[in-house]
Structure formats: C-alpha cells, structure tokens
C-alpha cells in the first residue's frame, strides 16, 4: 500500500481500486458497499419498496468549460449513479465547500445550472449545506451531491448479473469530457470543437429498460473511461468481456487530440454516456432505444461477454482494427487530473 495518496488515488484505475480496498473497504465495507455498483439498494419502510442511494464530490478544474460547469456536472454525476441501479431519481442534496473570495457571480451562474439539470432530470434539490474554507486552503468550489431513488419491484441491476453470451453496448462517443476539459484548462486548440458530453441519462436508461426488461446492468464510464469500467464489471461479473475496437465510437477530433496527446481513447473519462450490458436476444431492441433518445444517437455495440478461463480468471480484451487482440486493462496512475 502506498504511504501517502497522490493523484493516481482519484483516477478510476488501478491506484484507486487499490485505496478503495485496502482503505475503506477494510475498515467499513459491508455487503452493500462490497458490492461495487454505483449506487446501493437499500430497503425502503413498507414491504417490498427499496431505494437507490449514492454519493458524489466534484472538483474539476476549471468550473467552467465548453458544455458545461461543475454544477452540471455534479447534477448529471449523482442522477446517472442512481439511475445505473435502474431506480428512477427523485431527490439530490447539495453541499458547497467555497474559498474565500470566490465570485458570487460565478456561483450563480453555477447554481442557474444545477436548477436546470435538475428540472431536465425530474429530479428535486432538496437540502444542503455551505462550508466556506480560508483564502488558499480550497479552489474556489467543491461541490458534494448525493441522490436517492425509487426502485420499482423485479428490478435487480449490478455487474454482477452479467452472463457469458451477452452483449456490450455503449450509448454515444467516448473521450468527449476528458479531452474537454484537457484541452480548456491547457489553452488547446484543435480543428473542430470538442465539448463535455454531461447530461442527464435516466430518461434514457428508463427507456432501455422498457425495451430490453432483461438488461444486466448499465455503468457510466467516468473516471478510467470504459478500460476501467469493463476491468470493474469483468472483475464483478467473474466473465471475460471483449471489445471490437472498430465498433467503438469516437470522433475524429477526440481521436485526434488523442492520439496527439498520447492518451488512450479507451481510458479517458466521460460524463454523458452510459455503458449498458444485456442479453443477446434483446440488444437489437435496447440498441433502438438508445438512438430514439436525444442523448444516445450514436450509441453502439461494441463487444461481448464470454466465459472466463479459471486458471487466469476475468479479463478485458480488445479486438483491435489490425486484426490482433490485447489486452484492455484499468488506468494506472493519473491520466487526466480533476476531470469532475
């Protein structure tokens, strides 16, 4: 274990599982937090209700970028964990950590934002709290939101359900935020805009499951893009997923600053996009109601789920545009810092 935590303990990869399991899940995890989804389900008072919670903290830097902000952003955050658990959002609280001297315009600006996410989601802010820290001992604005929602009865959603057979999906474009926010906080220019995909999908994830009512699991690919979040459902699910590298959308102006960059495209975070795994039969169906909705029109399959061999146990592999298969394994260390 490391002795001190860097940034590599935030990145959604390896070093993050790392502090996640020999840290927190050491000292509190029970069943439900072991599970690893992004969002628990926990029983509601009367018999037969349960509830989805989750909880989620924004430090982006900058707060202001092409698509979005930090307030957005954090709405967007919290809605899509718990809409991954298949419940239907109803209520986010909010907490501020201000420094000193930050803008009250930009505040807000920031909040006008969080208001109109909130209304596009259906979803009600409801309590709060302000913390303000010294000139220098913060920037400018964190922001805390937490989300509960309502699970109807049969609904049983998580990496784990994933079974070999089953098929892979991704709702839109991938690599849109994190090269966002690289190329605004850098002063990047690249030949065509590139903005934050940050949006609500519970709309979309509802109209998913009213098409494919057998869908395994949705996961968004933040933080270590989708390398990190199929290494995290392979890991769960005890299944092997491949990937065909050519079926996996991107655009060409991400590719680009991608390759420019040297980042893998596969391993940079998105905010607005949902990875969903369902059974074969019933993809094509989850597939069309993807791209009837506004935020899933370029949305793919991308690879499939297979048996694990038990003497090497679970892995990711990509079917790269050569014809050859790597291996598709989790971020190391610190790709892209302060992406939400």
Partial sequence: MDKTVMLGHG???????????????????GEDLLRGDDAAVLPALEPGQRLAFSTDSFVVTPHFFPG??????????????????????????????????????????????????????????????????????GDGVYINTSGIGVLEPGVTLGGAQCRP?????????????????????EGLGFSAPIESDAAPLNHLIADVLAAAPDTRCFRDPTRG????????????????????????????????ACDMLGYDVLQVANEGKMVCVVPADQADAALAAMRANKY??????????????PERGPKVF?????????IL?????EQLPRIC
């Fill in 11 to 29: 990145s959604g990869g390896i070093m993050m599982k790392r502090i996640i399991d020999e840290v927190f899940f050491q000292a509190y995890a």
């Fill in 68 to 137: 979005g902000n930090i307030g957005h952003l954090a709405v967007c955050g919290t809605v899509n964990d718990v809409a991954t658990s298949g419940a239907t959002p109803k209520y986010l609280s909010c907490g501020f950590v201000l420094e000193e001297g930050y803008p009250i315009d930009d505040l807000k600006r920031i909040c006008a934002s969080m208001a109109e996410c909130a209304k596009e989601a259906g979803v009600v802010i409801v309590t709060g709290d302000t913390k303000v820290v010294n000139r220098g001992h």
């Fill in 165 to 185: 057979g089953d098929v892979v999906l991704v709702s839109g474009t991938l690599g849109d935020h994190g090269i966002a926010i690289m190329s605004t906080r």
């Fill in 225 to 256: 893009g989708l390398a990190s979040t199929l290494n995290e459902l392979a890991s769960q699910s005890g299944c092997d997923f491949t990937v065909d590298e050519d079926a996996v959308p991107v655009k060409d102006v991400v590719r680009g």
């Fill in 296 to 309: 899933g029109a370029d949305a793919a399959m991308i690879g499939q789920v297979t048996e694990a061999k």
């Fill in 318 to 326: 990509l079917r790269t545009g050569f014809g050859s298969t790597r």
């Fill in 329 to 333: 394994d989790m971020l190391v260390g």
